[in-house]
């Protein structure tokens, strides 16, 4: 398991977030039943729950979402926990809408791809990101996306996500 992180991302200010929806003038207006990115919580607003457990912090999402943060230069590895939100199990009819969701993670440093998940999905277990932040690097980008299929249900949970400042 990556470690804890020592800054976690809900408490920094993305400095882009593209949602699902569109955006007018910078602002998204996300769509239908999809929120902003939530903090600490599931894009429904519950707790942030991967493969049956449960974490404390975080960022919830709708796929397709890209959430981009400066790096600092203490910042020396990225760690997170991500995977499709099993909320969606306990709303009515969840175990016909879990067949839904296929989430894919992916980090891009300064625009190139410095990881990448497999296709994620309700029962699949979180995927482990630890990823080293070379010196230098301005832009890290956290995309929740489609694996192709399109985009329904695909509730996506980055949890105990954010930035190693110790070597």
Partial sequence: MPPMPDVVIGDLKPVRNVGFGHTYSGNVRYSGNTKPPQKDKSN????????RKIYQTGMGVHAPCALMYEIKPDYKR???????????????????????????????????ESATSPV???PSPAWRFDVEIPGGARLISLVAMDAGDGSREDFADWANAGFIVRQ
């Fill in 44 to 51: 429904l607003g519950q707790d942030l729950k991967i493969n």
């Fill in 78 to 112: 990225f760690v997170a926990l991500a995977g499709a939100d099993e909320n969606l199990v306990s709303i009515s009819h969840g175990s016909n809408l879990s067949k839904y969701p296929s989430v894919v993670f992916k980090i891009f440093i300064d625009g190139k």
């Fill in 120 to 122: 994620m999905r309700v």
